[in-house]
């Protein structure tokens, strides 16, 4: 990153933080059309430049020319585009060659399958392939280099590790280096430190204006791991402030009346059900009678594994709110799901006499104020969360599926001047090692075993199955009387994907099984339909259910032993454990076979994970390891989009070491309205708004 002509003194007498607030229209470089380029990118201020981290790096410590290369070593080479040619057109069946000039020799770079790279390159343009050549014949050829597009004017990034940045429509990546750099140069120093020296020395930290300098521009790896480390702390420490004030301040809440779980109320729910409880379940009934017995208002995450049995958890902390006199209601996600709990509910309370209503978005709300107004539960969508919703004395929320809400919509019901005890669930496989950091605004109870009666599933990977041999197995399974999914990973037909879609394959499996009937479901039917499918399959009428993961979550049927999941390298590894749960749900022996081509080692290496294991915790353990936090921190809640740097399996001490600090700091200063109060706009700066009652 070359030095900037423009020195730190030149800066207006300005404050530090009118500084760092200087628009990017009046950054040097910018000017008022490319501010509008930046802008859509959420870059606003200086501020926002110097924390718009790259989003990989590319290794140009190792530049040479074409005749210096040397096999299966990564290396780079810049150079001018040459030539270009696309050989074939159809989806899946494409090779681009883009050959650049270096010197006296020449690099072919090669990318299949992805003809949409032809149109980012331009005859005569300078640009850098990074990667491990191979020589063929006398020409040097790289498959899928890493790209560095050069400008004009831009110097050859000669032995540096490059930072590849965001870009949008008008923007090009050497333009976006210069910018950071200009900034970082000028306003770097100015960033207050959140640390004390002392803090910094003891616990080996650097000081922040210099890893925002080695994070844009490092000066090798070891600088760039260093940067990592202090930007990594900083964001659990802010992260675990924030969480630790949510709770804080949500034990400040005005008094929640105690729902008082008394022995005989205990009794007479636990007597409800036919069945040994497992000891996580009791457990669990017991942490929340607890909580509910307080006068602050419950913040719980049941968390539990497919099949654990967290729905009659559930099912009984409702009744400890109607027998407290107060109503209770259920929140889930989609409307299977939602459809699927009314079923469960109707089918174990109303003979007891207990009132339950289902509200979704396709229910006319009119017709049911009234029953919504006098029911003991009420169970719905997120349809519960609109503002004609009637509550009469709503004592208790359990929300379902937590990461498919948010911590926002978990809050909502309390910003209508709502204080109800709060549940809420999620079967998606949280490694431990994420638990404290995703929920640390809330207390857990964790269901890790699964109730008695459950049969085996037995998991097998087949590559290049024969179709005929998967339909006899099919119809043997379904001769025995039992029920298939036969599942696929598009609804319909795509021009870019090449895989059956559930639409396609629909009437060749109806041809396959012509004594069975065989339904369809996907995301695209109207919920009607979704609900007369699923009846007709929940009661044993269709044989097999051709499907999409539309039935991934809550799907209970208990006659159901077979599942084909056709494709399966193109489902995420949570995904196919949250599929494979909809069978294994009796005493029955169960099977789930996972089809796939075996051409994806990466595919392949997360399918047998499957074939190894059926503990959710070993496969998100093993999901956070081969995809990253990045990708698995997406799937389980919003507003975590700043944790880029931590390394959940690695920075477990650093996690520790910075939660510690957030707790004393909040010690020293609850309110961050003293010694810390600089740290009150970080935490809404770089973790949102706490989401917190306005009451609070």
């Known amino acids: 990153m070359a030095t900037p002509d423009k020195p730190r003194d030149a800066l207006p007498d300005k404050s530090p933080a009118e500084l760092l607030a200087t628009p990017v229209q009046f950054l040097k470089g910018v000017g008022p059309q490319r501010a509008e380029v930046l802008q859509r990118l959420e870059l606003q201020t200086?501020?926002?430049?110097?924390?718009?981290?790259?989003?990989?790096?590319?290794?140009?410590?190792?530049?040479?020319?074409?005749?210096?290369?040397?096999?299966?070593?990564?290396?780079?080479?810049?150079?001018?585009?040459?030539?270009?040619?696309?050989?074939?057109?159809?989806?899946?069946?494409?090779?681009?060659?883009?050959?650049?000039?270096?010197?006296?020799?020449?690099?072919?770079?090669?990318?299949?399958?992805?003809?949409?790279?032809?149109?980012?390159f331009k005859i005569g343009q300078r640009v850098v392939f990074a990667g491990k050549p191979k020589l063929q014949g006398l020409v040097w050829q790289v498959t899928h280099p890493k790209v560095d597009w050069l400008g004009e004017d831009d110097e050859v990034p000669r032995g540096r590790i490059v930072p590849v940045y965001p870009l949008t429509e008008g923007l090009q990546q050497w333009q976006m280096r210069k910018v950071v750099c200009e900034t970082v140069a000028t306003y770097g120093h100015l960033l207050e430190e959140i640390f004390p020296d002392e803090y910094l020395k003891a616990h080996d930290l650097w000081p922040l204006d210099r890893a925002i300098q080695q994070i844009h521009a490092p000066d090798n790896a070891e600088q760039l791991a260093g940067a990592r480390r202090r930007l990594a702390y900083q964001e659990l420490f802010l992260l675990g402030l924030a969480l630790a004030m949510r709770r804080q301040q949500q034990h400040d809440l005005r008094q929640a009346p105690p729902l008082e779980a008394t022995a005989l109320i205990d009794a007479r729910i636990l007597r409800l059900f036919p069945f040994e409880l497992t000891a996580g379940q009791r457990q669990a009934i017991a942490q929340i009678g607890a909580d509910m017995g307080r006068s602050q208002p419950m913040n719980r995450l049941l968390q539990g594994d497919v099949g654990s049995g967290k729905t009659f958890v559930a099912m009984a902390a409702m009744l400890l709110a109607i027998d407290s006199g107060c109503q209770a209601a259920l929140m889930a996600p989609t409307q299977i799901l939602a459809e699927q709990h009314y079923l469960t509910f109707r089918r174990w309370l109303e003979p007891l006499g207990v009132r339950v209503a289902l509200r979704t978005g396709t229910r006319d709300a009119a017709n049911h104020l009234e029953l919504e107004g006098a029911a003991q539960m009420i169970l719905g969508t997120h349809a519960l969360l609109y503002e004609d919703a009637v509550f009469r004395d709503l004592g208790l929320v359990v929300i379902d599926e937590q990461h498919k809400f948010g911590v926002a919509q978990r809050a909502s019901f309390i910003r209508r001047g709502v204080v109800p005890d709060v549940l809420v669930m999620t079967a998606t496989p949280i490694p431990r090692t994420l638990t404290m950091t995703l929920y640390g605004d809330l207390d857990v109870s964790l269901l890790d075993e699964k109730p008695p009666g459950r049969g085996k599933i037995v998991t097998a990977v087949r590559t290049g199955a024969k179709q005929a041999d998967v339909t006899a197995f099919v119809k043997e399974q379904l001769a025995a009387g039992h029920q298939a999914y036969l599942v696929y990973p598009l609804v319909e037909d795509s021009d870019t994907l090449k895989a059956e879609s559930a639409t396609e394959a629909f009437p060749k499996w109806r041809k396959r099984l012509p004594l069975h009937e065989v339904g369809l479901i996907h995301g695209k039917l109207r919920p009607e339909e979704k609900e007369e499918v699923m009846r007709r399959f929940r009661d044993g009428l269709t044989s097999a259910l051709v499907a999409t993961t539309v039935i991934e979550v809550g799907v209970d049927v208990p006659n159901a032993t077979v599942m084909i999941l056709h494709h399966a390298e193109r489902f995420g590894l949570a995904q196919l454990h949250q599929l494979?749960?909809?069978?294994?749900?009796?005493?029955?022996?169960?099977?789930?076979?996972?089809?796939?081509?075996?051409?994806?080692?990466?595919?392949?290496?997360?399918?047998?994970?499957?074939?190894?294991?059926?503990?959710?915790?070993?496969?998100?353990?093993?999901?956070?390891?081969?995809?990253?936090?990045?990708?698995?921190?997406?799937?389980?809640?919003?507003?975590?989009?700043?944790?880029?740097?931590?390394?959940?399996?690695?920075?477990m001490p650093l996690l520790r070491e910075a939660r510690d600090l957030a707790e004393r700091v909040l010690t020293e200063d609850p309110l961050l309205d003293g010694i810390h109060h600089a740290l009150q706009p970080l935490i809404h700066r770089h973790q949102g708004p706490l989401h917190l009652p306005a009451s609070a």
């Open 46 to 120: 200086a501020r926002d430049v110097l924390f718009c981290f790259p989003r990989t790096y590319q290794d140009m410590t190792d530049l040479r020319e074409v005749q210096q290369l040397e096999e299966d070593k990564l290396q780079s080479v810049c150079g001018i585009v040459e030539d270009m040619e696309l050989r074939g057109s159809q989806p899946g069946k494409c090779l681009l060659g883009v050959l650049i000039r270096s010197g006296g020799g020449h690099l072919r770079g090669l990318w299949f399958n992805q003809p949409f790279m032809q149109e980012k």
């Open 580 to 651: 494979r749960g909809r069978i294994g749900r009796s005493a029955l022996k169960s099977h789930c076979i996972l089809l796939t081509d075996g051409k994806n080692p990466e595919a392949m290496e997360k399918l047998r994970v499957l074939e190894q294991t059926a503990d959710g915790f070993e496969i998100a353990e093993a999901d956070l390891r081969l995809r990253g936090p990045g990708d698995v921190l997406g799937t389980l809640q919003s507003g975590l989009s700043d944790i880029r740097f931590t390394d959940f399996l690695a920075d």
